[in-house]
Each structure stands twice: as C-alpha cells, then as structure tokens.
C-alpha cells in the first residue's frame, strides 16, 4: 500500500516528522516502511530553509525502492534553469531573468549552483515521471488533463519521463507542447470572456483564471477561480461553458498537490485529493499554520478524510 505526501517546498525537518508520523524509520541511510511506500507529489524545492536535505530525503528513498515521485513544476524549472537553450545561444530553457531567478535563488543559494550536487539533483529531476497510474489510483502533479496528456505523449518515454531530446521542444513558450505541459505541471487556465480581467497579487493584469478543474457543469467563472481574495469581485458570475473545464469523472481515485490548500484536509470530491496543504505558507504573511499533508491509501475507492494525516 502507499502513502502519498504532498509538496515539501525544502522543508525537511516537517517531511522527516511526517515520515515518523507515518511510521516510516530511518535505517540504511534512508527512510523505509516494512510494508508501505511513499509517493511523493513533486515540488521539493523552493521557498524552504532545508531544501537540499529535502531532497536527498525523498532521493534516497526513491533510489532504494522505498518511494515513487512524479515531476512537480518547481523540478521542470529546476532542469529547465540548467539547460542551454539550442535556439538562442547563450541562454536558457528558463530564461535567467530577475522575476525566474528570485523564485529559484534560495534553492541555488543551498545547493551552491554549477556545484556537482547541483547536477546531480536536476539529473535526477529529469528522471521524474509527469504521472503515475494504477489499477486502483492516479498521481499527477496539478491536472489530470486528457487533451494535454495526449499532445504530450509522443515526447515521453514508457516510464512518463520526458525524454532528453524533448526539453526544448516542451519548454518552448507559446507553442501547444508548451501549454500542454504547463496545464499538467501548473492547472488549467482558461481565459475570461471578453472585456473581464483583474489584477494579479504583482499587479499584473489577467485576463485568464486558474481554474478549480475538478468541479463539474453548471458552475460560473467566478466559482471556479483561483485567484487572491482581493480580485475576485472582478470575475464575472456567469456561467462557463460546459465543454471549457473536464472535470474528472472517473471512479478511479486521482492524487494532485500544487494548490495551496489551507484548513483541515479533506477530499476535493470523493475521487479527488489535493495534498498540498501550504507548508511553505509559514514562511509568508499571508497564511499561517501550513501542513506538510499525506494520505495513506488502503485501496479504497471513494477517498476518505480520515486517511489524512499532517504535521503543522
């Protein structure tokens, strides 16, 4: 059976007191169940103060069998940062702008960049999985998205690894690879109907919404943003189109972290769990009290609350 743990964001002290939680021991130089195996669900890295040690953690285990992980957004970027970019020489797949490397400069600040630890890393980053199924569950990142699992296919070997070639196909901005293995990594966006926009937490105007992918028919745009509190007057209370957002209708239970989940945890719906319970927030002044979140699956079929468990 496995217990699949949410987004760790370099916090390893949290992870190390959740595996202990989870009756996980540390032997052998890694940390193992007699019996069980974790499924980590990408986002190791970023915003937290132990983020090497975070991922050795989770590095250790998945290299001894007593893990799985599949490629959170944070791990695309990671490799993406290190990668020449064969169309413009001298730069990169991620372009080394102030905004990119602000969200990344703790991260190679820890880990000492160019160092051979901070190959080592993104060479396994880039073995990652973009998901995992089962007979009884799915693991993704951030959407479980039909259409974009189908472009994205032909670019990825058996195991649901990117395959080496593909980086710069898939990290080409603008293009329906690119958009595909954002809605995957990052959620599904979808644009508002024209005139409609808000202003984002930096200030930028949107004229799309992240939206909360899993609800079904019937639902307006502004029940389906994800947006700051302070912008969600300015989405417009009318209904999405019924062909817009998928949905998941499935009865095959799916695990997804990425959304910054904040209260107790509980299922999105009775196939859906999001583990991703805001560790890092404890950083901010935003939100107080984030969780490191797991869920210990035990076969069920319809996902229950008390198979959550957290630590603060």
């Known amino acids: 059976m496995y217990d699949l743990i949410g987004d760790i964001h370099g916090h390893a002290l949290p992870l190390k007191q959740l595996l202990a939680k989870l009756d996980y021991t540390e032997k052998n130089g890694f940390w193992q169940h007699p019996e ?7 986002d190791f890295i970023d915003r937290g103060p132990e983020q090497v040690e975070a991922v050795l953690i989770a590095k250790a285990m998945v290299e001894n069998n007593a893990a799985l992980a599949v490629m959170g957004n944070h791990e695309f970027n990671a490799v993406a940062w290190t990668m020449p970019n064969p169309d413009k020489p001298g730069e990169f797949l991620r372009p080394h702008t102030e905004r990119y490397l602000r969200q990344h400069q703790v991260f190679l600040e820890q880990v000492i960049e160019g160092s051979a630890l901070h190959q080592e890393i993104t060479n396994w ?17 951030a959407c479980w998205h039909l259409p974009s699992l ?17 980086w710069p196909i898939l990290g080409a901005k603008g293009t329906e690879t690119f958009e595909a293995l954002e809605t995957v990594l990052k959620g599904l966006n979808i644009e508002l109907p024209s005139g409609y926009g808000f202003d984002d937490k930096d200030g930028n105007f949107r004229n799309e919404i992240r939206a909360q992918w899993w609800e079904l ?16 007057e300015q989405i417009p209370h009318i209904p999405v189109p019924d062909d817009i957002v998928p949905g998941y ?36 002044k935003s939100l107080t009290k984030g969780k490191l979140c797991a869920y210990r699956w035990q076969g069920e079929t319809e996902l229950l609350r008390d198979r959550f468990i957290w630590v603060s």
């Open 249 to 284: 209708q499935s009865d095959k239970p799916l695990f997804v972290g990425h959304y910054w989940m904040t209260g107790e945890p509980e299922p999105l719906t009775p196939y859906i769990a999001c583990l991703d319970y805001s560790i890092a927030a404890r950083n901010t």
């Open 36 to 42: 069980r195996i974790v499924i980590f669900l990408g």
């Open 125 to 141: 980053f880039a073995t990652l999985p973009l998901f995992l199924e089962f007979p009884g569950f799915r693991v993704i990142h």
């Open 217 to 232: 028919n019937g639902l307006t745009y502004r029940d389906l943003a994800m947006v700051p509190p302070s912008a969600i």
């Open 150 to 166: 189908k472009i994205l296919a032909p670019f990825l070997d058996t195991q649901n690894r990117i395959q080496p070639q593909a």
